[in-house]
């Protein structure tokens, strides 16, 4: 990986900062994408140090914020204008329904929208690449979510474990659909499950999951195990020319019925940009 520069978002903890050790100490040039510059950089300068690699560096963009995130992306490319991985890895649990800078609900803003405005601005920087990867983290939580596109902003109900699972749902789609819209590229898009992972996430807002995770937490896997999947996804030479898939313990997994589904990934893509185009319009 000493050739190669890899991208992740919320690099700064858990399952992101795990990934980002992981291919630092292979050799490659990590740029962490993170919220908070105090955290962004410990946790750069601790990742430098332990993996002996100087090309660790960092970016800041609040990925609930399409302007922000539309920035960090060209900033990346000006000073990389290669980028051979893209991890999206930023995510959040709320409990409570938040809104983003935007007016968009906040978990839809940074799991799912982030990702989508952060890939289509480094798409330029990917198609430079030998083998572009694009990796996002979903879940098995998006068993759980709803296939419904008509509420995804929770304007009419809200149910935080229900839109956390919504928005792993999407990512499976948007994956589905970028694998598509890539698949005469020398791109690949894959989508992967890191397991149950005994993180600070979801810990620190009161609800359920914070009740789930701490009595659970003696039974999750570490974050580094977590990361597995999604390094072996940056690295594997041998299933490079596989995409649109989703995996769990480095291996692809059937997603539910919905998560399969063309027709909603079609309508997801063009919904999604819909609103970009709308919150764009918006700041001129």
């Known amino acids: 990986m000493d050739t190669k520069t890899c991208v992740i978002s919320g690099a700064n903890s858990g399952i992101g ?7 630092a100490i292979k050799g490659a040039r990590v740029l962490m994408i993170c919220r908070n510059q105090q955290r962004g950089e410990s946790a750069r300068d601790a990742i430098r ?8 560096h960092l970016f800041l963009a ?9 920035k960090v992306s060209e900033e990346i490319l000006k000073a990389h204008p290669q980028i051979d991985v893209l991890v999206n890895n930023a995510g959040l649990y709320l409990p409570k329904r938040e809104e983003s800078p935007d007016g968009l609900e906040m978990m839809f803003a940074v799991n ?49 474990m229900r839109q956390y699972g919504t928005t792993k749902l999407l990512n499976i789609l948007f994956t ?6 890539l698949a005469t590229t020398k791109i690949t898009a894959n989508c992967y499950h890191p397991g149950a ?30 990361a597995k999947t999604g390094v072996f996804l940056a690295c594997n030479e041998e299933i490079f020319e596989t995409s ?21 990934s079609d309508a997801l893509w063009e919904h999604t940009a819909s609103l970009l185009s709308k919150a764009k319009a918006s700041t001129i």
């Open 17 to 23: 900062r795990s990934i980002t050790e992981q291919l």
């Open 49 to 56: 140090e332990q993996s002996g690699n100087p090309n660790v």
């Open 62 to 70: 609040d990925l609930s914020s399409i302007e922000q995130t539309t």
């Open 112 to 160: 799912h929208m982030g990702a989508f405005v952060l890939t289509q601005g480094l798409l330029p920087g990917l198609r430079r690449s030998e083998q572009g990867r694009v990796i996002t983290v979903s879940s098995d939580a998006h068993r759980w979510g709803s296939s419904s596109l008509e509420d995804l902003q929770c304007e009419k109900s809200f149910q935080a």
């Open 176 to 181: 589905q659909k970028l694998a598509k819209r």
């Open 197 to 226: 992972v005994g993180t600070g996430f979801g810990q620190d807002a009161p609800g359920v999951l914070n009740v789930l995770m701490k009595i659970g937490k003696p039974f999750l896997r570490s974050s580094k195990r977590g």
């Open 244 to 264: 649109g898939c989703y995996f769990y313990n480095e291996k692809p997994r059937k997603p539910s019925g919905p998560a399969r589904s063309e027709e909603l």
